[in-house]
């Protein structure tokens, strides 16, 4: 393996990311809505609400998952009031799955940009003539969208573990978040679910025409996130730190089993036929 030739290839896609306004445009306003806009809005909705009706312990909705409710979710809210208790379970629970939206659309919108951007920018007979071989060619383009993705996703953690204990601060009085299970999500399950993306997306990218219906053929993997916030949210599953390594390590074999079919599909004769 040639990993010289493998990160000059994903040097070169993350360079040609940096410069589509199609990719960097989401990469941009994605995180300040879920890491800046929600969790403030959610806070200050919260933190304003007059009356047990304007609480979201009260909400009919929110009393099957507060019914099912783990035991250690009930230690962690364990003496404190309604609204803390509010922000916690809304912030550090049930909001979880949708951080995982992150690491899966910035990894695919880069992705998308692999074989089929090559396409499109008419450059993909260059990148098959080179001497790379074809593992070499396809682990460089997953490099390229990996990368940045768990680099964004854990700068995007950051700035939220700032913007959530600063702006309830006034409510809660001291430093609470992160929780336990927020390492596993976002070091074990949001790479697992950068892969899961790049590998779907890699392999529609060698056969779609354009970027824009790569991506948008990708697009559907959201599903699995959704599938995700809707089970926590009705109890059915919990993302402790046990599930998110359970569900991690299952994603990580779907992964293994989709780069394995991609590199002994690839054909460069069929690739450069298409792009003739």
Known sequence: MN?????TIAKKDIKEARQNKSVWLPVLIVPLIFVVIMPVGLILGVSSATGAAGNPMNDPDFAVFLEKMPEFMSKMINGMDSVQSSIVLLLG????PFFLILPLMFSTVIASESF???RERKTIEALLYTPATDTELLLGKIMAGFIPAVLITLGSFVA????????AYPVMGRIWFPLPSWYALILWVSPAISL???AVTVLISARVQTFMGAYQSSASLVLLVLVLLAGQATGVVYLSVAVSLLIGAG???VDAILMYYAVRTFNRDKLL???A
Do not use: P, Q, R
Request: no cysteine; aromatic share 20%.
């Open 3 to 7: 990993w010289k030739a493998v990160f």
């Open 93 to 96: 629970y049930l909001f979880a």
């Open 116 to 118: 089929a951007g090559e």
């Open 160 to 167: 939220y573990i700032l913007v959530v204990n600063g702006a």
């Open 196 to 198: 899961l993306g790049i």
């Open 251 to 253: 994603i990580f074999v």
């Open 273 to 275: 036929a298409s792009a």
